[in-house]
């Protein structure tokens, strides 16, 4: 697992980042490797910031690194390539501007009404498989993040007084200094604010934290008590939440809301309209499970996770609701909206790369369709076996990274038989 070693310091006035980190990779692929690659994710379009990297060294020697994607790639070419087991250490030095605009996209990666989202704000290593480095500037609609999981100890520095919220763990002994660590996880986003207040409580031994801005206590409120039914019905259903925090934290961010590990920011605009708040807080919990601990290639394959992340947010409405309510969730949310895409002749397959959908129809077809094979799915083999073959999933590829056909043997593990019409007909096929 990449272990890295990130000091952070943030300077609110210049909306800017500058930082030094040292990563210690070690190649568990089974091929020598004759390059790495580097991601500075604030330089691709949907972050609309600027990242530049000094003093790359690769074990203490420096190195000239081929930029790549307009600079949200840093190619490092290895001599000798690196062999299976073989570890190297990268040092490095940076600097962030971060937008001080909503314009960009989400704006996950922002500064605007003295709230600080920080999403991978360091150099971060992407995931080797099979195609190789994996490595492309993500549509600006989906996610754009595909990572192993990793160890990370990182020490920020930012005024004393603001309000400081990251993945992992964090602590501050001297006012202005935080430490923070998070072990096994994808990433790290940091966030930090002027105006927050906490709300916590502690679920199956988990600490849920629900920050909000000071004027928006009844939504916070709300999205700690969301947020702790859905930790506790779906450690139960798919199996136990293995980090000791989770952070719920309200942004300017204009996606509704988006999962990070550990952490989930939700859009400040709907604390003040609840309607949509306890979808999108339990969607986000979901993904804890379908993305944070069980990974997946979300620009390739985004319905492994954000299929069955819609899902589960129906079987959270299911469990806490009833039947009668699940019926009108199942309706409203996935079986009406495809209708009416198989009615407008728009059906497309579930499992196409997020590009391969016009930005209007990667909505409908992953999250409302997608949500349809599942069900099918429980329908055939009973619930029984359903929520086998979740736990089982789960557990097989927790922290690791699950594919199509690695979810199919699951299935066929556990029910016998991979169900493969079920798979060719809802996320392979489309109507007409
Ligand atoms: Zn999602």
């Known amino acids: 697992m990449p272990r890295y070693s990130i ?26 490797l004759r390059d790495l690659y580097l991601r500075l994710f604030p330089n691709t379009p949907s972050y609309g910031g600027h990242m530049r990297v000094m003093g790359l060294m690769v074990n203490g020697a420096p190195a000239s690194p081929e930029v790549r994607l307009d600079g949200s790639a840093l190619r490092l070419f290895l001599h000798p390539p690196l062999a299976p087991l073989q570890a190297l250490t990268l040092t490095m030095a940076f600097t962030v501007s971060v937008p001080l605009t909503d314009a960009v996209d989400y704006a996950q990666f922002a500064h605007i009404g003295g709230v600080m989202a920080l999403p991978n704000v360091y150099p971060l290593i992407p995931v080797y498989d099979d195609e190789g480095w994996n490595v492309e500037i993500a549509p600006d609609y989906g996610d754009a993040v595909y990572s192993d999981v990793a160890f990370y100890q990182v020490e920020v ?13 964090c602590a501050t002994s001297i006012p202005g200094t935080w430490q923070c ?56 259903l798919f199996g136990s939440y293995p980090y000791g925090e989770l952070d719920v934290v309200e942004t300017p961010t204009r996606a ?34 379908w993305y944070g601990v069980v ?37 409203r949310e996935f079986q009406d909206p495809y209708d009416r895409l198989v009615d407008d002749g728009q059906d497309m397959p579930v ?11 990667y909505g409908p077809v992953v999250y409302r369709k997608g949500p349809l094979y599942f ?10 076996k359903f929520f086998a073959f979740l736990r089982t999933y789960y557990r097989r590829h927790q922290f690791g990274i699950a594919t199509p056909e690695s979810l199919l043997d699951v299935l066929r593990t556990v029910t016998g038989d991979a169900q493969r019409d079920l798979y060719d007909q809802w996320i392979q096929g489309r109507s007409g």
């Open 7 to 32: 000091r952070l310091h943030v300077d609110l006035e210049a909306s800017q980042v500058t930082g030094e980190q040292v990563i210690q990779y070690t190649n568990t692929e089974e091929v020598a």
């Open 375 to 384: 069900h099918a799915l429980r329908q055939r083999v009973g619930d029984e």
């Open 181 to 236: 660590e998070a072990d096994r996880v994808r990433d790290f986003v940091l966030i930090l604010g002027n105006d927050y207040e906490v709300l916590s409580q502690v679920v199956d031994g988990v600490r849920i934290n629900s920050y909000f801005y000071s004027a928006d206590r009844e939504g916070g409120t709300r999205a700690l008590q969301v947020a702790g039914n859905a930790l506790a019905l779906y450690s139960r």
């Open 256 to 289: 509704g809301g988006i999962e990070y590990p550990t952490l989930v920011v939700i859009s400040d605009h709907l604390y003040r309209s609840h309607s949509r708040l306890e979808w999108v807080v339990a969607h986000e919990v979901a993904h804890q499970w």
């Open 157 to 169: 520095t930012a005024p004393p007084t603001v309000t400081l919220i990251a993945t992992g763990v």
């Open 295 to 331: 990974g997946n290639d979300q620009v390739d394959e985004p319905w492994l996770d954000e299929a069955l992340t819609q899902y589960s947010t129906f079987l959270y409405h299911e469990f806490l609701y009833g039947s009668e309510v699940a019926a009108e969730v199942m309706q």
């Open 351 to 361: 499992g196409l790369p997020v590009a391969a959908y016009p930005p209007d129809l």
